[in-house]
């Protein structure tokens, strides 16, 4: 699914990712492998290396190189069999990784030495840094989509906003470094279990704070699993009552590994649950915004579960 950057398999040793167009330094990905590696995080394809190039403009980052890890699939094809097939094993696994990434971004290091911050408590005004971007992400959404679609989304954005809501008054939360683009197309596969991948930040979003809930990575990786279900709904000719159960199921124990695992680390207070919902809103209106921009035939993953989501 990821269609702004090109990667290159060299000898079945190592991942040459190319950004296109490359990105200006600094970008989030080397930092994070610095970290991660110094924290002794190793769930991830082992960084070897970051490529830049510095011009009239400043640096300017041209690649990544990490290992290849042998017989990996992400989960836009593996998660998408488990999900014809019923199968939920693999969720509480896959919240254990997040849950594990969480509290690595949690612990100190050199380069992230203060990893973990307070949110400042909601300003009088009533408007957050994150309910205004969540209000620009709808706002975009509806100006991007046409058709059906477009009449829906604008019969439904009163609705919509009122999920949006509690961002608004948001108290004060734990802020971490967050994956930022964290779904089940970032979560490998392979021959020895899963890794989490791509450390590159939401393509929608430009110039947000590094440091955020853990609920917003939390957020998106769930609806991930919604996305899941609508392509085997279409793509594989799965019932949709069937795969709805599924979804509840996985995404039911996805979450309770999660809270387990982020709790025996001892970093249970991380999570404000409160902000799932937003996000999750917020994160379908930018899958929206993706499909308009990068890939148009994405858009029914999106409206299916929003859909779904207001019978």
């Known amino acids: ?17 190319w950004l296109t167009p490359p990105a200006p330094l600094p970008q989030p990905t080397p930092d994070m492998f610095a970290h991660l590696t110094s924290v002794g995080f190793t769930a991830t394809a082992r960084p070897y290396a970051a490529v830049s190039r510095r011009d009239d403009d400043g640096e ?8 290849y890890l042998p017989d990996a699939g992400d989960g836009w094809e593996w998660c998408v069999d488990e999900a014809v097939s019923g199968g939920t094993g693999f969720a509480a696994d896959l919240g254990v990784l997040a849950a594990d990434l969480h509290a690595a971004m949690a612990t100190p290091s050199t380069t992230f030495p203060d990893p973990v911050r307070q949110a400042p408590a909601a300003p009088e005004t009533g408007a957050t840094a994150w309910s205004v971007r969540a209000e620009e992400a709808l706002n975009e959404a509806l100006a991007l989509t046409d058709g059906e679609d477009r009449d829906w989304l604008s019969a439904h954005a009163d609705a919509l906003r009122a999920e949006l809501a509690p961002l608004a008054w948001a108290g ?24 989490v ?29 919604e996305h899941v279900g609508q392509i085997a709904v279409r793509r594989r000719g799965a019932h949709p009552l069937v795969i709805s159960a599924w979804t509840v199921a996985a995404r039911d124990a996805l979450e309770a590994a999660y809270l387990a695992r982020l709790a025996g680390h001892g970093h249970a207070a991380l ?27 994405w858009r029914y993953a999106p409206m299916g579960v929003l859909r779904s989501w207001y019978r």
């Open 1 to 17: 699914m990821d269609q702004t950057n090109r990667s290159v398999v060299v000898g079945e040793s190592v991942v040459v990712k």
């Open 60 to 67: 300017l980052l041209l690649a990544l190189v990490t290992a």
């Open 172 to 195: 004060a939360t734990p802020l971490i470094r967050i994956h930022g683009d964290l779904h089940v197309g970032q979560m490998l596969r392979w021959r020895d279990g899963y890794a």
């Open 197 to 225: 991948i791509d450390f590159d930040g939401n393509p929608t979003v430009t110039g947000a704070d590094p440091f955020q809930p853990a609920a917003r990575d939390l957020a998106q990786l769930v609806t991930s699993l």
């Open 271 to 297: 999570l404000d649950r409160s902000l799932l919902r937003p996000f999750e809103i917020e994160q379908e209106c930018r899958e929206l915004i993706y499909a308009a921009r990068h890939l148009p035939r």
